[in-house]
């Protein structure tokens, strides 16, 4: 959980989403003890944060009806809901004035709707309709309880006395969207779990499908969850926000050492020049094991003590290419390639490989277009209904899979059809393992087919702070984490994980010359407050 004593300099508000978003992916399973505790941590801190006069706004936590006639997106959807219902309020403000004394920082911080269900019951609404995911969704709505939470408990009487709805007597927590919105999502366990956390807070929380007539209606996850996809549920996570306000603020070059730029060993990506590129970040890790290659011989002797020759010579490359994937692989053209790649050399010529895939700021993994394409949503792929049912696909994949069937693609050959047959639900490689399979079956495919190879590992290194990167839209094998749903289906050697900045601290070590690259490496990729 994100540290509230080494927050950054950022707006408070920008920090708060990071913290919720972090608090709501750690919702695993229902009850978690802890969350009571963290949202008391935080408008603690929250209340140290106030500004001199943070009630003053006269708009605050106020219920209005809308002054415009109508408007786009989810903002003219509030509209038009407020003005058709009498107990439908809009675009509530929660932070103006409460944290800057101007209150033109947090102007825009609203609650969609507010309700007023009688007796003393309000639900705080959070709209959406396409944009985001529902677990973000969830964590927008959290985050302005905990706002509603720090006035009932900081705003002196008076103020309190004139807003009906800081005096409710319990909180309905709300996510609004068309039904489409949850298509091939599973968020029950979610659901479940932030429900019962907020029972000590006088407050429940629910996902709700909205008709056309403009009915709410509960969600039903088993249906949804077989739906495919109908939304591409964009979304900048906190933790890639507040990290790239953290860049750009340090300035700077982007490379330790802008030389490292010719060690690429493939194309730069479209976004190589953004400080939170995730090319940038994997050459400024992997360029010191790059150029010493006795240095990255030690490493994998620490990281790796069971491999089955520690090799007489290891080299490490940044997006290099190994041939004949594109062939075993069904790729040729294209070819998957892993941002990093050591080859390991024994004795007599006998070769192994470690490939590795770094994460920094990315919500997920990647998910199959022969379910949902973005250039062409929702898929190419007139026949998706294939794609909901595992054992079937397992027992014909040339036929049954889009991918294998349209484009040649060979990845079932690499993967345990044995343990994908036993999977009473859709394809597990339809979203967020779509990347992950992929390499893990390269792996495979280099061990099996690549000419004196003996061995193949696929390693992953997600940044730590990044915790929305592991999280799957529906469990997968049982598991709503990625990496274990990628174990249970390729087993426990399927994927291992190398902690990043684990990595940064091995290599300093190692080599003590590289303490000035191990302090740049922390200050920017490794603030105290990730």
Known sequence: MADLESSPTVNVLEWMDYRVRRLVEGLGEPGAGWFAGELEKSLEWLAGQLAGSPWRSRSLWRLRKPEMEDGHGERGWAIRLSKAKSELFCEVPVASGVFDETGA?????????????????????ELKLEADSPERAAAEILRNFVLYLLARRRAPAEFLTELPLLQAKWIELRVWAPERYYHGRDCSVLEQALSKGLQGFAADFAFAAVSDDSKASEVDWGDMRQRARACAHREDPPFKRMLRAHLRGLGGSHLFDPAWRGLLRGPEHRYFDEPHSSQAFT??????????????????????????????????????????????????????????????????????????????????????????????????????????DARRIARNPTGECYMARRFGRRYWEHVDLARVSELAEPCPFREGLYQLMRNHALAKAAASEAPGVDWARFVVCPHAGNGAVRRLASPVAGSRDALEALRMIGGEDAAEVWDPRQMVEEVARLEPKLAAWREWMMARYFPDWV
């Open 105 to 125: 920082r947090n102007k825009r911080a609203c609650v969609d709707l507010a309700e007023d269900r009688g007796e003393g019951r309000y639900a705080l609404i």
């Open 283 to 388: 050459l400024n890790l992997c360029a010191p094991l790059a150029l010493d290659a006795e240095l990255a011989r030690e490493f994998l002797r620490v990281r790796c003590p069971g491999l089955p020759y520690q090799g007489e010579r290891v080299e490490l490359q940044v997006e290099a290419a190994i041939p004949g994937a594109g062939k075993w692989l069904g790729e040729e053209g294209i070819g998957t390639s892993p941002d990093f790649l050591i080859r390991v050399e024994g004795r007599g010529g006998r070769m192994g490989y470690v490939l590795g895939e770094v994460k920094l700021t990315e919500s997920e993994f990647g998910g199959c277009r022969g379910w949902f394409d973005e250039r062409h949503p929702p898929s190419r792929n007139e026949e998706r209904e294939r794609c909901m």
